[in-house]
């Protein structure tokens, strides 16, 4: 058990819809990293916050949104999703956000677009 | 922008054999960190091994060692003793130590290899 915790497990749900992706850090880290695994790109990096802001941003769309609240827990909001969007979505943390310090990934929350 | 190259995208070994993956890189960067990641097919992503670029020495977890080849550029993980529950898909990982983008230590993955052990 990494610590992270990712809610829900699975996702289900139709083209043009609203999802919101919860993830509870380990308990003392200030960073947040969200990452996409889709089976054409693989793992890629969206975006990063720390300790309330948002620090980077990667390969993410602009349909896509996430914040980092007062108790550390992050929200990915995806929005008029699309097919492409199926992929397997992963929170990690980290204790402060430098290089040295490992990343911990929670389980992932699969999300399945109909 | 640093790449991670897996050129293996399969590799199957034999219960108690040893087995090797490669992991090649890309950075014009002299401090970094590397990482194996192990994903079973439960689908966490576990964390196996650490490198950081300054050390020369090749880190050692249990059954997990890596060989750090600097100037190659080169990060592969040897597994020995195979046991069953080493089968997974394996990522190597690159981390920047300075960040990007004003500070962030994103890890860049490669595609991965999927490791298969035969009993």
């Known amino acids: 058990d990494s610590g992270v915790t990712q809610t829900p497990k699975h996702l289900i749900t139709a083209t043009g819809q609203r999802v919101t992706l919860r993830c509870s850090p380990r308990?003392?880290?200030?960073?947040v990293y969200w990452y996409q695994q889709s089976l054409d790109q693989g793992l890629q990096f969206l975006i990063q916050?720390?300790?309330?802001?948002?620090?980077a941003k990667g390969n993410i769309l602009e349909r896509f949104s996430a914040q980092q609240f007062p108790d550390l827990h992050s929200e990915l909001n995806l929005s008029s999703l699309e097919l492409g969007d199926s992929a397997l979505y992963f929170c990690?943390?980290?204790?402060?956000?430098?290089?040295?310090?490992?990343?911990?990934f929670g389980d992932g929350t699969r999300l399945s677009i109909l | 922008a640093q790449t991670v190259t897996q050129s293996q995208p399969e590799m199957s070994v034999q219960e108690a054999e040893t087995v090797t993956l490669s992991c090649t890189y890309d950075?014009?960067?002299?401090?970094?960190?590397l990482f194996w990641y192990k994903q079973p097919p439960s689908r966490q992503m576990i964390l196996v091994i650490r490198?950081?670029?300054?050390?020369?020495q090749n880190a050692t977890e249990n059954r997990f060692s890596v060989n750090f080849q600097k100037a190659a550029k080169s990060f592969s993980l040897k597994i020995s003793d195979s046991q069953l529950g080493d089968a997974a898909m394996y990522f190597c990982?690159?981390?920047?130590?300075?960040?990007?983008?004003?500070?962030?230590?994103?890890?860049?993955f490669g595609k991965g290899t999927k490791l298969t052990v035969n009993p």
């Open positions: 490198q950081e670029a300054y050390k020369q």
């Open positions: 990982a690159y981390r920047s130590a300075y960040g990007t983008q004003g500070g962030s230590e994103k890890l860049v």
């Open positions: 308990s003392g880290d200030l960073s």
């Open positions: 990690a943390s980290s204790v402060d956000g430098r290089a040295r310090q490992p990343q911990h």
């Open positions: 916050y720390y300790n309330g802001e948002e620090r």
């Open positions: 950075t014009s960067e002299s401090d970094y960190y």
